[in-house]
C-alpha cells in the first residue's frame, strides 16, 4: 500500500477527509521549502502538495504565478525539487509527498530519468496538468511500477468518456477542479461540485480531491461533506506573500491549523 493509499485508508473508518495544502518549491526562497512542508503537516496537513515552478503554466492563477516567478528568480529547477522532497523525508517517512507541475521540466531531464529520480527522491504522487490522460497509459504504468501514483485533473467540463479514462489509469486520488477556470478563483458552486464528484465515484472507488476555489477553513468544511480530501494552494500562497522575512512557517501553519479545526468539525 502506497503512504497515499494509506492516508485515506486510516482516515476512511472514522469518516475522516484529507486536508492537502499546495505550496511552491522554492518561494519564498529555496531554504524555507522544507521548514514550510514540516510546519504544514505539524498543523495537521495530510499530504502535502509540492508544486514545480514553470515559465508558462497553464492552470494556475496569478497568486501562484507569482509564486512561480520567485522561486525561478532564485534559479529553482525540477532538480533543486526533487532534492527538497529528499530533504523532507530526511524526517518524516510519512507524509505523502505529491509533486504538481508541467510536461515541459519532465521531458527535459526525460521521462525514464525522472521517474526514477522521483521515486529515489521519496516521491509519492505526480500531477502532470498537461499529460492528457489519452496519451499516458505507458507513463502511468512507469509511475506504478516505481511504487508511485499518477493523479489526474477532472473538470466540470469532462466528458464522460474522459472519467472513465481516468478511473482506468489513475491511483493514489482523482483530483476534481471544482470550476472553469485557473487557481484562485472563489466562485466555487457547492452543488455542482456534488454532482460531478458523485458522477466520478460511479467510475471509480478511489477517493476524490477536490481543489480550485477553497480559499477558507468554511469552504473545505462544506467540500468535507461532498468529497474525500480538500486541497487548498492559492490561499496558502497568500500567506507566503504576506509573511515578513522568516515568519511562513508559522503563518502557513496557522492558516491550516484553522482549516483542520474546521474540518474535523464537519467529520464530527
Do not use: W
Not at 498543523?43 to 504565478?65: C, H, R, T
Not at 526525460?110 to 489519452?134: C, H, T
Amino acid at each position: 500500500m502506497s503512504r497515499i493509499q494509506n492516508v485515506f485508508a486510516q482516515l476512511q473508518p472514522r469518516g475522516g477527509k484529507a486536508l492537502i495544502p499546495y505550496v511552491t518549491a522554492g518561494d519564498p526562497d529555496p531554504a524555507t521549502t522544507v521548514p514550510i512542508m514540516h510546519a504544514l503537516v505539524a498543523a495537521g496537513a495530510d499530504i502535502v502538495e509540492l508544486g514545480v515552478p514553470f515559465s508558462d503554466p497553464m492552470a494556475d492563477g496569478p497568486v501562484i504565478q507569482r509564486a512561480g516567478e520567485r522561486a525561478l528568480k532564485h534559479g529553482v529547477g525540477l532538480t533543486h525539487v526533487l532534492q527538497m522532497v529528499e530533504e523532507f523525508r530526511r524526517s518524516n517517512s510519512a507524509t505523502p509527498v505529491v509533486l504538481m507541475g508541467y510536461a515541459n521540466p519532465i521531458e527535459a531531464m526525460g521521462v525514464v530519468a525522472f521517474v526514477a529520480a522521483a521515486a529515489r527522491s521519496g516521491v509519492d504522487g505526480l500531477i502532470v496538468v498537461d499529460y492528457p490522460p489519452e496519451e499516458s497509459a505507458e507513463f502511468a504504468a512507469a509511475v506504478r511500477d516505481a511504487g508511485m501514483d499518477l493523479i489526474f485533473l477532472l473538470a466540470p467540463t469532462s466528458t464522460q468518456e474522459r472519467v472513465e479514462l481516468v478511473a482506468r489509469l489513475a491511483s493514489g486520488f482523482v483530483y476534481y477542479v471544482s470550476l472553469k477556470g485557473i487557481t484562485g478563483a472563489t466562485n466555487i458552486d457547492l452543488t455542482d461540485v456534488a454532482a460531478n464528484v458523485a458522477r466520478i465515484r460511479a467510475a471509480t472507488g478511489l477517493p476524490v480531491g477536490v481543489g480550485f476555489g477553497i480559499h477558507d477553513a468554511g469552504t473545505a468544511k462544506a467540500i468535507c461533506s461532498i468529497a474525500d480530501a480538500a486541497i487548498i494552494g492559492s490561499r496558502i500562497i497568500q500567506e507566503v506573500e504576506a509573511s515578513p522575512p522568516g515568519e511562513a512557517p508559522a503563518r502557513v501553519a496557522a492558516f491550516i491549523r484553522g482549516v483542520r479545526v474546521a474540518m474535523e468539525g464537519a467529520e464530527a
